[in-house]
């Protein structure tokens, strides 16, 4: 399959909604019953404790917790950099991880990272071919222009030569996600992307993640702790407890796509947004007792 | 595109030009001629102890007799050989095995121990053993000469082999990277910046240990011809010899500078 079919309008994809498209859907996720426990300096540590979630294929998921909580570890389990103690996670019904297997690192499960993972020594064009030119699936000549198409969807145009360290922020993040979207994943990963952006920076990229996801139709695994950011991009939000982890409340999100800002001002969404705040609330309350005592 | 990009000709003719008529370049000659003119009004003056020194004057007749002496030039292509040499070879040897210890546990906890030992030897320490081991006097002038850059690039670049940050490895491998992909696309560009620090503070102390040993064992060099001057009772030859080391100095290091821009772009940022 082409690598890059994604990044021009699909035929079939109906944008409005996506469940229409006829694109074949992979990217289904199904944790059971997982459990993260590690031992750092012989403390043992329940991360995530009998984690059990459903993700269909192409759903934009959001996780929302307290910090700390281990979203992040069942998403580095999923994505491959850490093992399963107990459980099993799926992808289309084929064993990723279990307590005995662990699948490494691949392009099917690719990560964003919190803090940026573009390499500051290569240029953004560079950092966003990465992927395929390694895996020898694509020649440069040909690699380096679907890049730039796919640069300029994202709304960056003029910065392939440029070095991550010349851009701003938030066309970092961007350039960092057109990086992860050339590789055509099955599951796209995000762990707090824009936690470092301000709120104006961080609008305008939330609606270039959308048109990506509605253009695309990947599987979504976004974490963060903005809860509103939660209910406009998400589908489904999971509201996960405290440490250790486990699955408190599901929320379906019927807001219909796609979305923009003016969903922020809807009546469902302040209704959802209280339901989650709810939630959160009490898991939040819990997690700052327990790292006081911690400290104590 | 109006301003000058980094790849034209013309933009690097700006650039150059922009950098040698620079404020930059006007305070740092300001404050030289000011140290010149003080120089040479306390040597007229007759000041205690600084009259000992030979004043600008008689310095620079000595300059301008040594110019045209074709020993003078041999001395700066002595030491210039010697260094070139042991630095390369230093960096030859130094780098390959500097990120090795950085990337593998195993060799680093092998290697670091003998490394941490041998590394406080001043490198002249061991001029008097590398003449007993070396067949001739110069190979063991740029031994010693390899040793002073050595060291320190190897202590630069494991600990900056050593600092890479894990996202990057992840992000990597996530993309499907082989180990030899990890290493050339990840663990060398990240590393390059402290190699460049290596080299820089490894060419400065070259040249401290070079001029070192040739004051010591040699018959050649700009060291040897300070230390000589010093002996004959020609004493602003002397202060010439320190100035040209100086200056061969400031040029080697202004070579590395320029290397490690050009191999480093994207620090070029600020």
Known sequence: MNTVSYAMELPGANVANPALSSRPSVGKLSIRDASIIYDPEGVHVVAVENCSLEIPAGEFCVIVGPPECGKTTLLNAIAGFRDLTFGEIYLDDQLLCSADKTTPPGADRIVVFRDGALFPWDTVLDNVIYGPVVQGKMKKKEAREAGEELLSRMGLVGISRSYPGEISCGMRRRAEIARAMMNDPKVLLLDEPFRAMDALTRTVIQKYLLDVYDASNKTVFFITHDLEEAIFLGTKVVVYTARPGKVKKLIQVDIPRPRDFRVLSSERYQDLKEEVIEAVRDEARKAIEADERKRA | ?270
């Open chain 2, 1 to 270: 595109m109006s301003a000058p990009g980094r790849r034209t000709t013309r933009g690097l003719a700006i650039k150059i030009q922009e950098s040698v008529f620079s404020k930059e370049t006007y305070r740092g000659s300001a404050t030289v001629i000011v140290l010149l003119i003080l120089w040479e009004t306390a040597a007229q003056l007759g000041l205690p102890v600084i009259k000992n020194i030979p004043p600008l004057t008689s310095v620079l007749d000595a300059f301008r007799e040594v110019i045209f002496d074709s020993s003078y030039w041999g001395s700066w292509g002595a030491s210039f050989h010697r260094i070139f040499t042991g630095f390369i070879v230093a960096q030859i040897i130094g780098i390959p095995l500097g990120l090795l210890m950085g990337t593998s546990r195993f060799f680093r906890e092998m290697t670091l121990p003998v490394f941490e030992v041998l590394r406080p030897i001043p490198p002249l320490a061991w001029v008097p053993a590398a003449a007993i081991f070396w067949p001739t006097r110069e190979m063991s002038i740029i031994f010693v000469t390899f040793l002073g850059a050595f060291f320190v690039l190897i202590l630069n670049i494991v600990s900056g082999a050593r600092a890479i940050d894990s996202r990057y490895i992840r992000a990597a491998t996530s993309m499907g990277s082989r180990r030899k992909d990890i290493f050339w696309r990840i663990v060398l560009p990240a590393t390059l910046p402290s190699i460049i620090v290596g080299m820089t503070v490894g060419i400065g102390l070259a040249w401290n240990t070079v001029v070192a040993a040739e004051m010591i064992a040699s018959r050649s060099g700009l060291g040897f011809m300070t230390w000589r001057s010093y002996v004959t009772f020609t004493y602003p030859l002397i202060v010439v010899g320190m100035i040209s080391i100086g200056i061969a100095g400031y040029i080697s290091s202004g070579i590395i500078r320029l290397l490690g821009h050009h191999i480093t772009p994207w620090l070029r940022t600020n």
